[in-house]
């Protein structure tokens, strides 16, 4: 039996499509980590602003901004646009917390 030359070809091409996804989780479970930590200190944004301490509340906004930029660039580096793109979404949520808070 012969073997077409494009056959070890679109073999090896199989083989990295398969492991490429392997090789990019990482990157993506950063990313999804990050997004848990933003979601955890909004809970926490929100409880400081029931008790009125506003400064914290502020404080605590900006680090939620932080989360956000750090899982939008994880989720960019693993190849998932599409969440980096839902991410946009969260920030304008956020800049509308900032806003009903009065932060700058």
Request: proline content about 4%; hydrophobic content about 40%.
């Amino acid at each position: 039996m012969r073997f077409a030359p494009a056959t070890p070809i679109a073999a090896f091409g199989f083989v990295l499509c398969m492991i490429a996804p392997t090789l990019a989780a990482p990157s993506c479970l950063k990313g999804e980590r990050k997004i848990q930590e933003a979601a955890a200190l909004r809970y926490q944004a929100r409880e400081e602003a029931r008790l009125g301490n506003r400064d914290r509340v502020c404080d605590t906004l900006d680090e939620v901004g932080d989360r956000y930029e750090d899982a939008k660039e994880a989720f960019e580096d693993c190849g998932a646009g599409i969440v980096a793109i839902d991410l946009r979404s969260e920030t304008r949520a956020l800049r509308a917390a900032k806003s009903v808070n009065r932060c700058d």
